[in-house]
């Protein structure tokens, strides 16, 4: 099967300890995306990588940090300066400029609770 | 602000009825335009898209409406069924510099239906 897949669901960490979610797609998309989603609220885009070994900051990068060495591949550190880490985070993948549709795929989220 | 807002938060309709979802968006360079559904614990699932050549697009019950005019972007949702029960989400798409689609996405609707 085809998919975007993040380990794990549930995610429970202490307060001041770094984070990595994992996100691994192999729909051989170039273009992948973590977004931080907070209850009653839509999605807000914390990074993205349009291609491998690259990668941008969206519009709440502070408190994150991403690396993109293989192209199925997206890791998410939540660091210890992220000063409110509790939320749910959505890895979504497209064909980025190599495609003709533009859709996100996205995956079945990881809720992360830092107490 | 966001960019990319919702007229209503929450729609109740009863099932059969039918839904439309409204959303306005600002960003005038904004041409690709994309209707997600999420359901509850879940990542969001593409519904259907529109360019902004288009005014009108159609799929299997729903149909998306594109006014450029006035920024304005509606989803219609014939004969509602309880499994449409969820939040809507549309999103606004503009080129990132490498040529990626960046969106952004609006608050999102919770559609409630009613048996």
């Known amino acids: 099967d085809g998919g975007i897949t993040q380990s794990p669901k549930y995610l429970f960490r202490k307060e001041g300890q770094n984070v990595t979610l994992s996100c691994e797609q192999n729909l051989n998309h170039d273009a992948m995306y973590w977004y931080r989603q907070d209850p009653g609220q839509g999605l807000r885009l914390i990074y993205y990588?349009?291609?491998?070994?690259?990668?941008q900051k969206g519009d709440i990068a502070e408190g994150y940090s991403v690396s993109r060495e293989k192209k199925e591949s997206f890791p998410l550190t939540v660091t210890s300066a992220q000063k409110n880490p509790t939320a749910f985070y959505l890895c979504?993948?497209?064909?980025?400029?190599?495609?003709?549709?533009?859709?996100?795929?996205f995956g079945p989220g990881t809720r992360l609770t830092v107490t | 602000g966001e960019s990319v807002g919702l007229h209503l938060p929450t729609l109740s309709v009863q099932e059969g009825d039918n839904s439309i979802i409204n959303c306005a968006y600002s960003?005038?360079?904004?041409?690709?335009f994309i209707w997600y559904k999420q359901e509850s614990g879940k990542g969001p699932q593409f519904i259907i898209d529109i360019r902004s050549n288009m005014d009108k697009r159609q799929g299997q019950r729903v149909t998306v409406l594109l006014n450029k005019t006035v920024k304005h972007l509606s989803l219609q949702i014939a004969a509602t069924q309880p499994g449409d029960s969820a939040v809507y989400f549309c999103?606004?798409?503009?080129?990132?510099?490498?040529?990626?689609?960046?969106?952004?996405f609006g608050r999102g609707t919770s559609l409630i239906v009613h048996p």
């Open positions: 979504a993948s497209s064909m980025g400029l190599a495609g003709t549709s533009y859709e996100q795929y």
């Open positions: 990588s349009q291609i491998v070994n690259d990668f």
């Open positions: 960003n005038s360079a904004s041409d690709y």
């Open positions: 999103a606004e798409n503009t080129h990132a510099s490498g040529g990626s689609y960046i969106p952004t």
